[in-house]
C-alpha cells in the first residue's frame, strides 16, 4: 500500500481510469506480482468510487452503469469436493437449515485440474440434485476454481442454464399425466418468468436476467404447446398489467413491473373460463393478487 498511496495524493478522482493506469509504472509497480499489487489497488479503487458516490449522491453500482440486481442472497458455501454428489447435499442441508441462507454455493469439477474430478460424474449428478432438493427459489451459484478447458467449461455452463428447466420438464411431464387420466388442471403460482415481452416494463435491460432468459421463455412456449392457456392473455392482450414490482426502487410507484404470476388451465378446461384478471391495487407485497372467475 505505501508504494501506491502517495502517487494519489493531489490527483483529480474524476480521472480514475487514467490513474490506475499511472500508478502501475509509478515506482515500476508492474514489476509486482498478482495480490501484492491488485488487492492494495483495488482498495484504493473502492475508497475513490465510495468518496465520489458520497459527494454525487450515487451508489457505486450507479457510478459505474445500470444496476440489475439491488439485492443480492448471501450464500451458504460448501467446500467439499472429494465427495459424492448425494453426500454433497447432505452437508449441504445441513449448513443451509442452520444458517438460514437464502443463496447457497457448491464446488464442481476438480480445483485446476484440467477437467479431472472425483468421483467421477460428480459434477453432472449434483447440478440437477440442487435445484431439485433447495427448489426454483434457492439463488444458486457454481464455482469450478479453473477445473476446465474451454470446451469442457462451455458444457458444464449448458448443464448449469439447463438445471432451472428440470423442475419444469418434471412439472409439465406430471401434468400431462394428469389430463390424459382425463382430469381438468387449474394450474396456478408465481412461476419467476415473464412470457413475452409485453410481460415486463423493461424487456430490452432484462433480457439477460433471471426470470426473461431466452431459455426460460422457450419452456414457456413448449408449456403451451401441449395444449396449457395463460388465462389473463385469454382476455388482455393489454401492456402494462404487472404481478410483481421491486420494492427497494419503488418500481410500483411506476409500474415498472413483471407479469410472472399466472393462472394456467389445461385445453379441457378453457372454455370454463369466464374472465380472468390482476389486482394492482391490492397492496401488502412486492406481489399483487391474480385470479380468475370459473363456471363450474
Same mark, same amino acid.
Given at each position: 500500500?505505501?508504494?501506491?498511496?502517495?502517487?494519489?495524493?493531489?490527483?483529480? %478522482?474524476?480521472?480514475?481510469?487514467?490513474?490506475?493506469?499511472?500508478?502501475?509504472? =509509478?515506482?515500476?509497480?508492474?514489476?509486482?506480482?498478482?495480490? %501484492?499489487?491488485?488487492?492494495?489497488?483495488?482498495?484504493?479503487?473502492?475508497?475513490?468510487?465510495?468518496?465520489?458516490?458520497?459527494?454525487?449522491?450515487?451508489?457505486?453500482?450507479?457510478?459505474?452503469?445500470?444496476?440489475?440486481?439491488?439485492?443480492?442472497?448471501?450464500?451458504?458455501?460448501?467446500?467439499?469436493?472429494?465427495?459424492?454428489?448425494?453426500?454433497?447435499?447432505?452437508?449441504?442441508?445441513?449448513?443451509?437449515?442452520?444458517? *438460514?441462507?437464502?443463496?447457497?454455493?457448491?464446488?464442481?469439477?476438480?480445483?485446476?485440474?484440467?477437467?479431472?474430478?472425483?468421483?467421477?460424474?460428480?459434477?453432472? *449428478?449434483?447440478?440437477?440434485? &440442487?435445484?431439485?432438493?433447495?427448489?426454483?427459489?434457492?439463488? +444458486? =451459484?457454481?464455482?469450478?476454481?479453473?477445473? =476446465?478447458?474451454?470446451? #469442457?467449461?462451455?458444457?458444464?455452463?449448458?448443464?448449469?442454464?439447463?438445471?432451472?428447466?428440470?423442475?419444469?420438464?418434471?412439472?409439465?411431464?406430471?401434468?400431462?399425466?394428469?389430463? *390424459?387420466?382425463?382430469?381438468?388442471?387449474?394450474? +396456478?403460482?408465481?412461476?419467476?418468468?415473464?412470457?413475452?415481452?409485453?410481460?415486463?416494463?423493461?424487456? *430490452?435491460?432484462?433480457?439477460? /436476467?433471471?426470470?426473461?432468459?431466452?431459455? #426460460?421463455?422457450?419452456?414457456?412456449?413448449?408449456?403451451?404447446?401441449?395444449?396449457?392457456?395463460? /388465462?389473463?392473455?385469454?382476455?388482455?392482450?393489454?401492456?402494462?398489467?404487472?404481478?410483481?414490482?421491486?420494492?427497494?426502487?419503488?418500481?410500483?410507484?411506476? $409500474? &415498472?413491473?413483471?407479469?410472472?404470476?399466472?393462472?394456467?388451465?389445461?385445453?379441457?378446461?378453457?372454455? $370454463?373460463?369466464?374472465?380472468?384478471?390482476?389486482?394492482?391495487?391490492?397492496?401488502?407485497?412486492?406481489? +399483487?393478487?391474480?385470479?380468475?372467475?370459473?363456471?363450474?
Amino acid at each position: 500500500m505505501n508504494r501506491i498511496k502517495p502517487y494519489f495524493k493531489g490527483k483529480d %478522482a474524476r480521472d480514475l481510469e487514467d490513474l490506475l493506469e499511472g500508478v502501475y509504472v =509509478y515506482q515500476s509497480n508492474y514489476k509486482l506480482q498478482n495480490l %501484492a499489487l491488485w488487492v492494495p489497488l483495488a482498495t484504493v479503487e473502492f475508497a475513490i468510487l465510495d468518496m465520489l458516490g458520497h459527494i454525487s449522491g450515487k451508489s457505486i453500482g450507479e457510478l459505474i452503469g445500470t444496476i440489475h440486481n439491488r439485492e443480492i442472497a448471501v450464500y451458504q458455501a460448501n467446500g467439499d469436493r472429494g465427495i459424492s454428489a448425494e453426500k454433497t447435499i447432505e452437508q449441504m442441508l445441513k449448513e443451509v437449515e442452520e444458517s *438460514k441462507a437464502k443463496a447457497v454455493k457448491f464446488k464442481v469439477g476438480g480445483r485446476m485440474s484440467n477437467n479431472y474430478e472425483s468421483p467421477a460424474g460428480r459434477t453432472e *449428478k449434483l447440478i440437477p440434485l &440442487v435445484r431439485k432438493t433447495f427448489g426454483d427459489k434457492m439463488v +444458486c =451459484y457454481a464455482d469450478s476454481n479453473g477445473s =476446465y478447458t474451454a470446451d #469442457e467449461a462451455i458444457r458444464i455452463g449448458k448443464l448449469l442454464e439447463e438445471y432451472k428447466m428440470d423442475f419444469y420438464d418434471a412439472f409439465l411431464d406430471y401434468s400431462n399425466k394428469l389430463v *390424459k387420466k382425463g382430469k381438468k388442471l387449474v394450474i +396456478c403460482g408465481d412461476v419467476n418468468t415473464a412470457h413475452k415481452e409485453i410481460d415486463l416494463a423493461r424487456p *430490452k435491460e432484462n433480457s439477460k /436476467t433471471s426470470g426473461f432468459l431466452q431459455i #426460460e421463455r422457450e419452456w414457456m412456449d413448449k408449456f403451451f404447446s401441449h395444449n396449457y392457456h395463460d /388465462t389473463f392473455r385469454m382476455f388482455n392482450d393489454e401492456p402494462e398489467n404487472y404481478s410483481w414490482w421491486d420494492q427497494v426502487t419503488r418500481a410500483r410507484d411506476r $409500474n &415498472v413491473g413483471w407479469r410472472i404470476d399466472y393462472f394456467f388451465v389445461s385445453d379441457n378446461f378453457k372454455k $370454463n373460463v369466464k374472465d380472468a384478471f390482476i389486482m394492482p391495487d391490492v397492496m401488502g407485497s412486492d406481489h +399483487c393478487p391474480v385470479g380468475i372467475d370459473i363456471q363450474i
